[in-house]
């Protein structure tokens, strides 16, 4: 068996293996993200395609962009990208119509040229070229030979990009800062609100949580004094997937309240 | 093994994105398409910085990575925005520009 | 070269003056007409100041120079404005003034009853000052700017009363055929500045020897063109008669005396040049023969009377071309005719205007009959000029057309004989229509209604320049022949040593055999017409050849037919061009630009997506035009 591990270690190149395994599986990955319809499987298979990326990196004797790819692009950008999906909504899906004539012809056609061109291209522009390999670059290591260049002649765009680091946060603050038109009411109005309108019940003000608990998952509601349940409880999503439990198993009937007096 | 194999990966995944962008209606996937692009050229500079020898292609790579991200934060914002003011996620809304 | 201050005044002063009744509007209507007599009276009484001066001074003396201002100074091309008055000019200056003078003191008569008689004595005026400049300019611009003049001053007084539609085409006419000389005028500036680099008379004199003779010929050619339509010779004549248009004084001066006399002057003034160009010389002679038959002929069929003696003037003018073609001596004896048909041809058109003024305007000569009795004055003078255009000794009239004449049959061979003859059959059809003129106007019954006209002398502001005029007729020939003596007073300008040239026939035989044909035409219109049956109105069935003598010999059907439809039809044509082909290339355009916009307009989706395909597309062509290019 060993034997055979070596001499499969020897005669055949792994980073082959390894491209011809990940290449296609990225390439499907991909594709399955232009053809899903729910959003949030876009972003998972888009992670997945980033996450090849990265093994590619190191591959080619990249390691720390791998790194950076993976935490950057995959951990920070796609989560934030998954927050944003929870924002606008979960279950936003595109329907599979389309709504401009003619569109999806055109961009397959345009596409596929697009993507034989380059094919050609790249192959006219490699032909007979083999790879130099960064052995000698990554002499002193990849990082200190990125660094070495960043420090050196990409100083300028490395500070110019810090700058646009800083702009691009100020910007999003901006857009999504919310300007109240209205004042924010104080505790007075609020009051005053409370008594005005709602039932008196609960003029003085909800009772706070787990009061009127009759388990703590979150699919069992509440039961208010009157028996009924609460319909704040339980979240709208559950709510609307039909996920929750009848709280008349927990009620306080069923529960033993003889007190035995321990002698 | 030859290093262009790579450079084939990404232009398909390229091609892939720009397809997506086109399609897809809903604008966070749009987004997302964008951002494989810029993976897929990220993809061919490591590729050619093997090919040539030197890191420069790695430090290209690394600087697209820092604008993606700026890119990703305020496009995201505005989506959000856009999505605030008009309740709906689809690019065909914001269609005022028609003749 | 003797200079002189006094030659601007000349033309300054009928210039002032009408610059004065212009601007002065109606203010000046009770005094214009005075002053505007007094000014040319004036430039007369400096041009014989100026005369006495010359005679008293040696024959290659005698020309006056006055430089006026630098006019034009381009690169090579310099220009002084100045004048000249030499023995050509002051025949001319005194002409000009002294009948212009006479006519001034017949118009105050004669327009007395219209209300725009100022307006007529400042066009008067203007055109005095614009011959004067004509003839007395030492360069061919400073010619042309008189020409101009004369041609500007000729249409304001055609057209004079321009109410009635006619007399505004007729103005129109004459100035649209004049202007076709003119080019011609032009062309031969400016070849002459071309060939000789330079335009004034002296310098063209002194350069001709040296000119090629092509360029000379072209020269020549073009003057004569500039004659040709200022003097109505043929094929340019069809103006003249319509130029009757205007009031009588108009007629007598600048179609009898004046204007029509520029062309003469021009060509004998550029003399070097023909006398270097057979050619343009050999042309100056045809045209010269054809127009004196072409007029007479159409003299014969005019009942016109203002008409009649427009053709006879054409005729005459004729004569003098004819002699301006006949060589060194050929000039002298053209400006003798020229002198003396002033005075004759001036006389005869007033005592017409005298007729037409007693017969309440009417032209016809049919209408007329009888008047001597009435008007024995205006018969008197008439008659006079009548003598002298016939050329009956001892009146003007003989000495100046013999001379052409036999000039004419000295100019030796076939040629000689040929126009000798066109001369001699044109005195003899001068006779037959002058006669005819005098028969129907003065004598016979009387064919008018006597209870309607009452026709009677004028005043003595009318007959008394025609009495002068009439003198002129009888004495002018005999004083210039006497001892060669307009011969000698120009020779120096012509190179003319004296002496004549070989001789065809002795004068003598020309004399006789011109009388003989003179007598025949009036033995013919004798009996045509003085035994009393004349008709009325012109009878209808005549002769063909009458019928195209009344159309003028159809010079205007032709002119119609070959130059005004098509270029009714050029203008058309063009017009119809322009707003087919241009305006609707024009037109084309802005469609094109509307449709394809309306077409581009279908990529504006508004949808992101759409754009996002075509910024695919595009980079998609952007590539493969670069791999086109760089592989």
Redesign the interface.
Known sequence: MINLAIEVGQTQNPEAILFWVLGPLSVLAALGMLLVKKAVHSALLLAWVMITLAIFYIAQDAPFLGVVQVIVYTGAAMMLFLFILMLVGVDSSDSLTETIPGLRPIATAAALGFGGLMLALLSRATLGRYAIGLEGANADGNVQGLAHLLFSTYVLPFEVVSVLLITAALGAMVLAHHHRTTQRPTQRELSINRFRTGSLASAAGLAGPGVFARHNAVDVPALLPDGTPAPTSVNASLKARGDVIDSSNFQLDNVDTSAKEEK | MNAANYLYISALLFTIGAVGVVVRRNAIVVFMCIELMLNAANLSFVTFSRINGNLHGQVFAFFTMVVAACEVVVGLAIIVTIYRSRRSASVDVASLLKR | MVTSNALVYLIALPLFGSVVLLLAGRRADKWGHLLATALPAGSFVIGLTELLAMLGRSPQERSVTQKLFEWISVGNFKIDAGLLLDQLSICFVLLITGVGTLIHIYSISYMSHDPDRRRFFAFLNLFIAAMLLLVLGDSYLSLYVGWEGVGLASYLLIGFWNQKPTYATAAKKAFVMNRIGDMGLSIAIMIAFATLGTVSFAGVKEGAPQASTAALTAIGIMLLIAAIGKSAQFPLQAWLGDAMAGPTPVSALIHAATMVTAGVYLITRSNFIFDAAPTAQLLVVIVGAITLLFGALIGMAKDDIKKALAASTMSQIGYMILGTGLGPVGYAFAIMHLLTHGFFKAGMFLGAGSVMHGMDDEVNMRRYGGLRKFMPITFATFGLGYLAILGVPPFAGFYSKDHIIETAFNAGGIKGIIIGSVALLGAGITAFYMTRVMILTFTGAPRWDEKAHHPHEPSILMWLPMAILAIGSVSSGFLLSKGDALVNWLAPLFEYEGGHEVELLKPIVVTTLALAMVATGIAIAFIKYARGNVAQVAPVNVSVFTKIARRDLLQDDFNEAVFMRPGQGLTATLLKTDEVIIDGAVRGVARLAVGSGSLL??T???????Y??LI??G??AL??AI?VVT?
């Not at chain 3, 504006?604 to 759409?610: A, C, D, L």
């Open positions: 307009r279908r504006q989706t508004g949808f992101v997506r759409s996002a395909a695919l597309i980079a998609l590539i493969a791999w592989f």
